[in-house]
């Protein structure tokens, strides 16, 4: 979707704002980014689902921001109709798995705990907060049924024999999983690299992207840091001040496993991702 579309209406809401350049990051599922002269982020939620729920994501951030100690985005831009808003830009570039290897032990050391300073904080939030900002219950069993679907009707006619034993034994792994007696708390239920900043020059992260939170396994917020390795992870998890238990680590460890398929059925929904990006994902986790 063109630029065109979306800066006249930050213009007419926003007519104080100035820019001389500006760029449109297509690349995310479920919002339209815009951001001016790399100060301003500008998020415009793609579907109607997602527009219903960006107010209670702004009023849950603003809670947040007065208790945690990471940065995240607090809007101090938003449209009248509240169909749109803006930030300012946080430090920071994204930490992929080649950066977090080039970084000194220190500071590994610093984004750990730091990490887990913040998943600590964010599943301690009260469950008052959680119902005042609508987040969402997240559906594990659901989502599982719908994984297993999906994966069998669309992924299994494209996978090789050894592809589907795999995977179905990893299905019995997750459905095990689903038995667990775990504590139910606020996640950020998207924590992976690409919703991490690591600003080299203050040595602070900074975590962007709460559309997907809601109320569910505290083991889902490790998940996508098993990209940075399982000794990493398991750092994190030391550190962790939250509730745990015996099983939660390797909880994590299959929702990792469950994130390259769910972007292979994604992509063959029309998602901006594609499907080799997944089984080139998938080969690594499975060890295929």
């Avoid at 996640?187 to 809601?214: P, V, Y």
């Avoid at 469950?258 to 991702?273: D, V």
């Amino acid at each position: 979707m063109k630029a065109e579309c979306f800066l006249p209406k930050i213009r007419d809401s926003f007519p104080q704002l100035e820019w001389q350049q500006h760029r449109v990051l297509t690349h995310g599922w479920d919002h339209i980014v815009i951001v001016l002269d790399d100060k301003i982020v500008f998020r415009f939620p793609k579907e109607e689902e997602y527009r219903d729920q960006f107010q209670d994501e702004i009023r849950l951030l603003h809670y947040l921001k007065k208790r945690i100690e990471v940065g995240i985005p607090q809007y101090n831009y938003v449209s009248e109709d509240r169909s749109f808003a803006g930030y300012c830009m946080l430090g920071g570039r994204e930490l992929t798995c080649s950066r977090f290897r080039r970084l000194p032990a220190a500071d590994k050391d610093a984004v750990a705990g730091q990490l887990a300073g913040f998943i600590s904080t964010l599943h301690a939030t009260p469950q008052a907060i959680i119902t005042k900002c609508s987040v969402r219950t997240e559906n594990h069993e659901k989502a599982y049924h719908n994984l297993v679907r999906d994966t069998r009707e669309l992924l299994f006619p494209r996978f090789r024999t050894e592809d589907i034993q795999l995977v179905e034994q990893y299905f019995g792994g997750l459905r095990h999983a689903l038995s667990h007696d775990y504590s139910h708390v606020l996640t950020h239920n998207d924590l992976t690299s690409e919703h991490i900043l690591w600003d080299s020059r203050s040595k602070r992260i900074n975590i962007i992207d709460f559309s997907d939170r809601a109320l569910g396994d505290p083991a889902s917020d490790l998940a996508g840091l098993l990209e940075y390795g399982a000794e990493f992870t398991e750092k994190v998890f030391g550190l962790y001040s939250g509730r745990r238990d015996d099983w939660m680590l390797k909880r994590a460890r299959l929702y990792s496993m469950r994130i390259p398929l769910s972007i292979m059925i994604a992509s063959m929904h029309g998602f901006p991702c594609t499907f080799e990006q997944g089984y080139t994902m998938y080969k690594e986790r499975f060890k295929a």
